[in-house]
């Protein structure tokens, strides 16, 4: 078992065995408000003015009934004072309805109020690495749980705002520790992260690891190769037992430009996703997040141990759901920009 080779916790060499992996990418995107909107309302015009009545007739004379009087528009009839009644006057028309405004058409609908999808419902941690100095790396979801930089820890611009530069000279030098245990207790779980990969000659430099030992571990590689593959590769191991092994060669992640990878994991299937596209997936693993234990160390950019290669690259807003998210959810998410 690649685990148990001595002085490397996690040889390299034989997690490239298997097939499949996880990114996603796109250089501008569109922002939150607008890809998870609220629906639009209909406007309707109003209708014309209601009829308008027609003057009264004349009153006829009082003398001797009185002569007829002239038709007026809407008139009523007069009774003289003496004689025979006078006519009043004819029946004037009355003024002509108006015709109905037309109907507004009715407005856009965001795509929130078409799915229903709330990109923050089930969140458990999402780091989006704008913290603008420092080591800190703010957990949105719970500040008891915020990941640390570890380096330089500079800030260039990201995807989405800022995001944190790790900047490996092979060997780890800078790198994102994230909490312990973000899989403890969790039969489901979906993660997202936005990867822009600068290097030229890094294979085998992870984008994320978490493990506890050396028996239990889930990891990504986004440009791995070996005899029969190549390209991004995700893998997981339980009791030294591979549960996942999934690997991607497109879209190939280290072109410098950002690209989005995410995957889901439950009972029924693991799925990796790239660019918002499923380039993967396992089904039934038969191992649980919760399985993995209270994983640490967890790290974005480096491996446990101090002498595998390094991620040289950017990093930006890492989501961690509670849930599987659908593959048009992730699809949803991958046009955040």
């Given at each position: 078992m690649f685990l148990a080779v001595p002085g490397?916790?996690?040889?390299?060499r034989t997690w490239f065995c298997?097939?499949?992996?996880?990114?996603?990418?796109?250089?501008?995107m569109p922002s939150e408000s607008d890809v998870f909107g609220s629906a639009g309302s209909a406007s309707e015009a109003s209708g014309g003015t209601s009829a308008g009545a027609g003057p009264l007739g004349d009153s006829g004379s009082e003398e001797n009934g009185g002569a007829e009087s002239p038709a007026g528009a809407g008139g009523i009839m007069n009774t003289g004072a003496s004689g025979s009644a006078g006519k009043g006057g004819a029946t004037g028309t009355g003024g002509t309805t108006g015709s109905s405004g037309a109907t507004g058409a009715s407005g856009a609908i965001g795509v929130s109020g078409a799915t229903g999808f709330d990109p923050a419902a089930g969140l458990i941690s999402y780091f989006t690495f704008d913290d603008p100095s420092g080591s800190v790396a703010s957990n949105a979801k719970d500040s008891s749980k915020?990941?640390?930089?570890?380096?330089?820890?500079?800030?260039?611009?990201?995807?989405?705002?800022?995001?944190?530069?790790?900047?490996?000279?092979?060997?780890?030098?800078?790198?994102?520790?994230?909490?312990?245990?973000?899989?403890?207790?969790?039969?489901?779980?979906?993660?997202?992260?936005?990867?822009?990969?600068?290097?030229?000659?890094?294979?085998?430099?992870?984008?994320?690891?978490?493990?506890?030992?050396?028996?239990?571990?889930?990891?990504?590689i986004p440009d791995d190769k070996n005899g029969f593959a190549t390209g991004a590769h995700l893998r997981g191991v339980h009791t030294g037992t591979?549960?996942?092994?999934?690997?991607?060669?497109?879209?190939?992640?280290?072109?410098?430009?950002?690209?989005?990878?995410?995957?889901?994991?439950?009972?029924?299937?693991i799925d990796l996703y790239i660019d918002g596209e499923s380039v993967g997936s396992t089904a039934n693993p038969k191992v649980l997040p919760s399985q993995l234990g209270a994983t640490s160390p967890n790290y974005l950019g480096r491996l446990p141990d101090d002498t595998s290669l390094a991620l040289f690259g950017e990093v930006d807003d890492l989501r961690i759901y509670d849930r599987v998210l659908s593959a048009a959810q992730v699809a949803l998410l991958y046009k955040v920009r």
């Open positions: 490397r916790q996690f040889a390299l298997l097939s499949g992996c996880l990114t996603a990418c796109s250089l501008q915020n990941a640390k930089c570890v380096g330089t820890c500079t800030r260039p611009a990201g995807q989405l705002g800022l995001a944190f530069a790790i900047r490996n000279n092979v060997s780890p030098t800078d790198w994102v520790e994230l909490p312990t245990g973000v899989f403890s207790g969790r039969s489901a779980v979906t993660l997202s992260v936005w990867l822009r990969d600068l290097s030229t000659a890094r294979n085998v430099a992870p984008l994320f690891h978490f493990s506890l030992g050396e028996s239990e571990a889930i990891f990504l591979p549960f996942v092994d999934l690997w991607s060669a497109t879209p190939v992640l280290t072109d410098k430009v950002w690209h989005h990878l995410a995957f889901s994991w439950n009972s029924a299937s």
